[in-house]
């Protein structure tokens, strides 16, 4: 069980955060074994992540032999809520392989009903330490809707569905310079905290320390990717 100091500062609500002591270990050594807690689960994630970052990326897991391994039941470490964008492919970013991680993608890594149900699933089936919600720098979906708002426009199609849900997230920044960035920013908080209100299971897994629920954002310039508090 996590110490009750871990477990205090892990739990994610709209003023919480995870806190510094979960930062990155210095160690670039992948684990052998599957990270069992939400310690070393991040931070596998952030190293893998560095490695990726400085060219040095291992691409473990990505073996035929991997394959065959998962091919009966998988053991995803962490559950990643992210964005639909082609840059920010997890498995990737974070030096990760088959069978490693649990991905759950939409444009704008909004919470809906039916990535809620998904994010469920794992958490019942595998148990894993650490549930991230990962926005990244100049996403395309928080921008449409900060100039939805500005324009008083409503995109086409089933697009508007997701400038609707980042609509009452977005408005408060749109007459900033940095509108774009302080929205991504307001949007992983947003995210995190709704994972946790919205799922009894989620709620549950992270009030008993099962799991953690973090948020991450992504520099598509430098490849990096830091804690969101």
């Known amino acids: 069980m996590l110490e009750s100091s871990l477990r205090r500062r892990a739990l994610f609500t709209a003023g919480g955060a995870v806190a510094g002591s979960l930062a990155l270990a210095g160690s670039a050594t992948a684990t052998a074994r599957p990270p069992a807690t939400p310690r070393a689960a991040i931070n596998e994630l952030l190293t893998g992540n560095r490695r ?10 990505q073996t035929p032999d991997r394959v065959r391994e998962v091919a009966a039941g998988q053991h995803p470490f962490a559950v990643i809520l992210g964005c639909a964008d082609s840059r920010v492919s997890p498995e990737i970013i974070f030096d990760q392989g088959i069978g490693d991680l649990f991905d759950d993608r939409v ?48 995109p086409p199609g089933h697009i508007a569905a997701i400038v609707d849900a980042l609509r009452p997230i977005v408005t408060p920044y749109v007459n900033s310079p940095d509108a774009v960035d302080l929205s991504v920013r307001a949007n992983i908080r947003a995210q995190v905290a709704a994972v946790v209100e919205q799922s009894d299971i989620v709620r549950e897994k992270v009030e008993q320390g099962q799991t953690v629920v973090a948020g991450a954002r992504y520099d598509l310039d430098s490849g990096l990717v830091t804690l969101v508090s």
């Not at 149900?117 to 089936?125: D, H």
């Open 107 to 154: 444009a704008g890594n909004i919470v809906d009903d039916l990535l809620l149900g998904s994010i469920e699933y794992a958490l019942e089936e595998f148990v894993p330490p650490l549930l991230l919600v990962l926005g990244h720098e100049r996403c395309g979906a928080v921008s449409a809707t900060i100039d939805a708002v500005r324009t008083g426009t409503q």
């Open 52 to 61: 990726f970052a400085a060219g040095h990326a291992r691409h473990p897991h």
